[in-house]
């Protein structure tokens, strides 16, 4: 398998918005057929970061938590948003305090993806964290975080039932019954 180069051609690109969270800018392009178009892009200001952490007894915590954008209740992993400039490792024990409570002494790099390529550059990592203490969380005043700890196993299953089905925590579970955590 080989990679192709870019068959794209800019033109002029033009920031139309921005936000603490987001830019939009717009390309004029030439497309891999030859003909002129636009093509819209999303740049996220944060990289998204997650935290599956795993205690000695093989369970988990997952955050329940209002999603604006969705008008939807949704039960996750431990997530964040990783501003520019940040090591993602330093993001995802800080969230982690912040949402769970939890500090790890180890933190595993698992998976790295793309969430929506067609129209931004979204991408996210996620962690396992292990060898955790319990302290007491401190979430952000825009957060009503509800977190409950359940077995890894029962998680998965959540994912199965479509109980959980915000993008990055089913991949990181997919991929941890995949890998045999539990």
Same mark, same amino acid.
């Given at each position: 398998? $080989? ?11 033009? $920031? +139309?918005?921005?936000?603490?969270? /987001? ?26 970061? &997650? /935290? ?9 915590? =997952?955050?329940? $938590?209002?999603?604006?954008? #969705?008008?939807?209740?949704?039960? *996750? ?7 520019? &400039? ?8 800080? *969230? #982690? ?10 933190? /595993?790099?698992? =998976? *790295? ?21 319990? &302290? ?8 009503? #975080? ?7 196993? $029962?998680?998965?299953?959540? +994912?199965?039932? &479509? ?10 579970? #997919? ?8």
């Amino acid at each position: 398998m $080989q990679d192709k180069g870019n068959p794209w051609q800019v033109k002029h690109s033009e $920031q +139309v918005y921005q936000s603490p969270w /987001i830019k939009v800018r717009e390309d004029k392009v030439i497309t891999p057929a030859g003909t002129d178009g636009i093509y819209s892009v999303v740049e996220f200001q944060n990289s998204a970061v &997650g /935290i599956v952490p795993i205690d000695e007894d093989g369970n988990t915590w =997952l955050v329940g $938590q209002w999603r604006y954008p #969705l008008n939807a209740y949704s039960w *996750e992993i431990i997530e964040g948003g990783c501003p520019i &400039g940040e090591k993602a490792e330093d993001c995802a024990l800080r *969230e #982690l305090k912040e949402e769970s409570g939890l500090t790890a002494k180890t933190l /595993i790099p698992f =998976l *790295e993806m793309s969430l929506s390529n067609s129209s931004t550059d979204d991408q996210a990592i996620v962690y396992v964290a292990k060898d955790l203490q319990m &302290g007491e969380a401190q979430p952000e005043e825009t957060e009503d #975080l509800q977190l409950v700890k359940i077995p890894l196993s $029962q998680a998965y299953e959540y +994912v199965m039932q &479509g109980r959980i089905h915000d993008a990055i925590s089913v991949a990181a579970l #997919l991929k941890l019954k995949q890998l045999a955590y539990f």
